[in-house]
């Protein structure tokens, strides 16, 4: 892809999350197993605001 390719995706993902409002389940417990729980928690509050 090319050198930035990780940001790239990064704000796509970002965008389709702010248009749809949800993303696959599997998608979700894929990030909270790659994150510690701080910062896991700190993406659910704010989800919910």
């Known amino acids: ?3 930035d ?3 790239m ?4 993902g970002a965008m389709a999350y702010a248009y749809y409002r949800s993303m ?3 998608l ?3 990030a909270e197993n790659k994150l510690s729980r701080r910062i896991w928690d700190i993406v659910v ?5």
């Not at 995706?9 to 796509?12: H, M, P, W």
């Not at 509050?45 to 605001?49: A, D, L, P």
């Open 24 to 26: 696959p389940r599997e």
């Open 9 to 12: 995706g990064a704000i796509t």
């Open 1 to 3: 892809m090319g050198g």
């Open 45 to 49: 509050e704010f989800g919910e605001r």
């Open 5 to 7: 390719a990780d940001t």
């Open 28 to 30: 979700a417990e894929f």
